[in-house]
């Protein structure tokens, strides 16, 4: 069974630990309409890179 040999401080803990954490969404605006979405996702109005490639129930 393996023992460490030194105790880690919590200072040092914390170090480890700093890369575990979670990360907002990577978000783009639309520049047509500026609109926030996912990158590399339809915009909610149907706007992927500046054209309308969707049409939406209003339409």
Do not use: C
Not at 21 to 33: F, K, M, N, V
């Amino acid at each position: 069974m393996a023992v460490q040999q030194n105790k880690k401080s919590p200072s040092r803990r914390g170090m480890h630990r700093s890369h575990d954490r979670l990360s907002g969404p990577a978000l783009a605006i639309e520049p047509t309409t500026g609109e926030r979405h996912l990158r590399h996702h339809v915009s909610p109005t149907g706007f992927y890179r500046g054209k309308k490639v969707v049409k939406t129930k209003e339409e």
